[in-house]
């Protein structure tokens, strides 16, 4: 079974950066955010492919924030610049060990493992 756990998350003010981090048990192809904001489905961040790189962004987050991933560590990051308090919510690592499905990427139900969630909460 992989694990998935995720950190970094914490209360910020508005205009600040923080950056999450996941640490996946085994090789994933395809790897990607999920946020949930209170009063909002479950939400497609951004997409990771391995061998390749960043993938897919929501536009909510294009622009401001980046996704990345480090084989050695196997930790997938999502560094976010300029918060707002719209971005706050939980926010989760998914992964799928198959590859990433073009447009279904940022679809929840693609990716067969999920990690727990870390809490991010951006005050005005």
């Known amino acids: 079974q992989v694990q998935l756990v995720e950190s970094g998350g914490g209360s910020v003010q508005t205009g600040e950066s923080l950056r999450l981090s996941c640490i996946i048990s085994e090789s994933q192809k395809c790897m990607a955010w999920f946020r949930h904001r209170p009063g909002n489905e479950r939400e497609g961040v951004a997409v990771f492919v391995r061998g390749s790189g960043p993938g897919t962004y929501s536009d909510s987050v294009k622009g401001r924030f980046t996704i990345s991933y480090s084989q050695e560590k196997e930790t997938l990051y999502l560094q976010m610049n300029s918060l707002t308090p719209e971005d706050s919510g939980t926010y989760y690592c998914?992964?799928?060990?198959?590859?990433?499905?073009?447009?279904?990427?940022?679809?929840?139900?693609?990716?067969?493992?999920w990690g727990r969630g870390t809490q991010v909460t951006v005050s005005s």
């Open positions: 998914a992964t799928e060990p198959q590859a990433c499905a073009g447009g279904t990427t940022l679809a929840h139900d693609f990716y067969r493992y």
